[in-house]
């Protein structure tokens, strides 16, 4: 089943996002890859992420 983590990102500033996935692992793992996406840097210039489990979702529900 998939949780809810905040994941914050730095970069060179911090990015705090939210994504769905069934561990902190794979939480930052997507968060990641998303913020070099959006933010167009490289993975491997993402210097830290930390993810932690939201007891209650941010995003709308689907």
Known sequence: ???????????????????EADSPETAAR???????????????EVTAVEARELQQSLLPAA
Do not use: C, H, Y
Not at 7 to 17: C, D, F, S, Y
């Open 30 to 44: 997507v968060a990641r890859n998303q913020v070099a996406d959006g933010w167009t840097v490289k993975p491997d």
């Open 1 to 19: 089943m998939l949780k809810s983590f905040e994941v914050t990102v730095t970069v060179t500033q911090k990015i705090v996002v939210e994504v």
